[in-house]
């Protein structure tokens, strides 16, 4: 190779650096990345630093105040916890690293066993709320849109702004024992709990996108009220388009944007939310299991779950980003 296309090939190299540094999508995906690992980093450390702020010994809670000294000095060294604290942590990052989230304290058994047995009602429950939210919730604020549009029906406006305030307000776990004092003590239509079939799932799920649907309808509402009075949309309608081409292929993509931000953000609710839900119904999921494990003082159970629960919340938060990048690339832009 000459020096004169070695330069070439130089040149060329550094311009399409230069073109991949200058990329917004390029920026876009170094920013999120640095702050979910920063993010994910913060929520390692507090779970860990968890165990150990937490007042009194947490290997004497799991083995009651009766047990000898001896079995509670054996098990604090098989579990590594007579270590310094920074050999601690590095076990437990290295543990994370290769999926061991370590032993719980009550049944002997591998953390990840557990949360691996839990994670799938947990993630069936959110899963079916959100989705139910989201088909209901947006229908309902666009056609509350249509109606209330320019002023008119007030008090259709008035009745349903007022409601969905209430509605939204009220929190699951009440949704839920006044569910099962009506639909199942009284009425007997539904299981009171367990989870067994189709029918033990309807009212978890009810109680869980009751709040989320009366959120994402009003604000659907709002969206779609601030499009309808954009010029594309007076465009089709001087164009004699169909009423249902205009909503659902003009109208609605343009009001989703907002409404993805609050859907990513109600997802994350939803999955904490499971938490109080689960235990009203005996849910066989990750609420129920750090409720009790809570009681228990299980500790690294305690901790493994909490962990689980915040990489959800973060990896919601990375897909609704994404989504409104594709969505609106522009974002990705005029935050570059």
Excluded: C
Excluded at 178 to 188: A, E, F, I, N, T
Excluded at 272 to 299: C, H, M, Q, R
């Amino acid at each position: 190779m000459t020096t004169r296309e070695a330069a070439v090939r130089s040149r060329r190299v550094t311009v399409s650096r230069s073109v991949v540094a200058e990329s917004p999508w390029v920026r876009f995906a170094v920013r999120r990345s640095g702050r979910l690992l920063v993010s994910l980093w913060a929520l390692l450390t507090a779970a860990f630093l968890m165990v150990h702020l937490v007042p009194g010994d947490p290997v004497r809670a799991a083995l009651g105040a009766a047990a000898p000294n001896d079995l509670v000095e054996a098990r604090r060294h098989t579990l590594g916890l007579d270590d310094p604290l920074w050999l601690q942590y590095a076990h437990y990052l290295r543990g994370l690293a290769t999926g061991d989230l370590g032993t719980s304290m009550t049944s002997g058994l591998p953390v990840s066993q557990v949360i691996g047995d839990r994670l799938p009602a947990t993630l069936e429950l959110a899963g079916l709320a959100f989705v139910v939210a989201v088909l209901l919730a947006v229908p309902l604020g666009l056609g509350m849109a249509v109606l209330t549009r320019g002023g008119r029906r007030p008090r259709v406006e008035l009745g349903f702004t007022t409601a969905s305030v209430v509605v939204g307000a009220v929190p699951e776990f009440l949704v839920a024992v006044g569910l099962v004092l009506v639909l199942s003590v009284r009425l007997g239509w539904f299981p009171v709990a367990g989870s067994d079939g189709f029918a033990s799932l309807v009212l978890p799920v009810a109680a869980l996108a009751t709040a989320p649907i009366a959120v994402l309808a009003r604000i659907v509402r709002v969206e779609v009220l601030s499009v309808l009075d954009a010029d594309f949309v007076r465009t089709a309608r001087a164009k004699r388009l169909p009423a249902r081409r205009i909503y659902l292929r003009h109208v609605l993509p343009n009001a989703l944007t907002a409404s993805i931000t609050l859907g990513g953000l109600l997802l994350g609710a939803l999955v904490a939310g499971t938490v109080l839900v689960e235990n009203v119904f005996s849910w066989p999921g990750l609420g129920s299991t750090i409720v009790s494990s809570i009681l228990s003082k299980d500790y690294p159970l305690v901790q493994a779950v909490v962990l689980v629960y915040g990489v959800a919340v973060l990896l919601v938060n990375l897909l609704v980003d994404v989504l409104l990048a594709l969505l609106d690339p522009r974002s990705t832009i005029r935050e570059a």
